[in-house]
């Protein structure tokens, strides 16, 4: 998200008059990534949807083609945020990822963006082996960048989205390592999803005294998109332990937290669902 505002604000005049999306799209755009930070993701879609339509609508050439690419990638991208489940959602950043992959111009730039994206919406389609392939490919193509600093976010986002992958396929010990050895340089952005995916992994392994424990460290509040991931992981991990009052309750708290952010069809809401179902069989 960071990327396309700082895109933004650098987009010059000059860059405007040859094609780029004008400075107001990007604000458009921009304030869609805002209302996604609130949580607000089906106002954020609705907003770049509408700006797609707007461009496509055109009688005469459309001079800023760029703009609907990004339009379209901030509307799938509050899709999956949401965690509606669609199958047409991976069809729509498999578009946007061959044209990116055709042109040069200036949404070249969130092409491994939208291919990692792309992985997420794999995971949730229960084809881990393909995401793990997906996420493996965009750090290969990082590892060939120079070392810039706007590509640290990515390059964490991309190995959480490995790890989980890999948990998804029973490989628990390697999404171990990837949490554990990348925990130490997380910011605040990335260390809540790679605590999460340390804790997914430990319980995946049985060890779930240590999972919980991981579970109860100090971390900052999650944004909207990862509501109720972590208590989902610490419930599972009480639940295996015997714990089922506070397995129910913590399971419980995950549900509130999806059900006030996330899409009724969201994979989480699913998996806490079931968990319930164990927990308090009817």
């Known amino acids: 998200m960071a990327y396309l505002r700082r895109m933004g604000k650098a987009t010059s005049w000059v860059a405007w008059t040859g094609g780029a999306p004008a400075p107001w799209h990007l604000a458009v755009l921009d304030e869609a990534y805002a209302l996604m930070d609130e949580g607000r993701f089906e106002d954020a879609e609705a907003r770049a949807r509408a700006l797609v339509t707007a461009r496509r ?3 005469r050439r459309d001079r800023r083609p760029g703009t609907v690419w990004y339009a379209a990638y901030v509307a799938a991208l509050a899709a999956r945020a949401h965690g509606r489940q669609e199958p047409s959602l991976l069809a729509e950043f498999e578009a946007l990822i061959a044209e990116a992959e055709r042109t040069y111009d200036i949404h070249h730039g969130l092409l491994l963006p939208a291919r990692l994206n792309h992985a997420w919406v794999l995971i949730d389609e229960e084809r881990a082996a393909e ?4 996420a493996l490919d965009v750090l290969r193509a990082l590892a060939r960048r120079a070392q810039r ?14 790890g989980h992958a890999l948990c998804a396929q029973g490989r628990y ?3 171990e390592t990837i949490a554990r050895a990348h925990l130490p340089r997380a910011d605040e952005g990335s260390v809540h999803p790679l605590r999460t995916l340390l804790v997914r992994s430990l319980s995946g392994l049985e060890r779930h005294e240590e999972a919980l424990a991981e579970s109860l460290e100090a971390l900052p509040e999650p944004p909207p998109h990862a509501a109720g991931h972590l208590e989902l992981r610490r419930a599972t991990a009480l639940h295996a332990l015997g714990r089922g009052d506070e397995a129910q309750a913590e399971a419980g708290r995950a549900l509130a937290a999806c059900e006030r952010n996330l899409h009724p069809t969201h994979p989480r809401t699913a998996a806490i669902r079931t968990l319930l179902s164990r927990i308090t069989p009817p």
Do not use: F, K
Not at 131 to 134: G, M, N, P, T
């Open 57 to 59: 609508s055109r009688t």
């Open 149 to 162: 600093a706007e590509d640290r976010q990515l390059e964490l986002s991309a190995l959480i989205c490995l």
């Open 173 to 175: 010990e390697e999404s």
């Open 131 to 134: 995401a793990e392939a997906e």
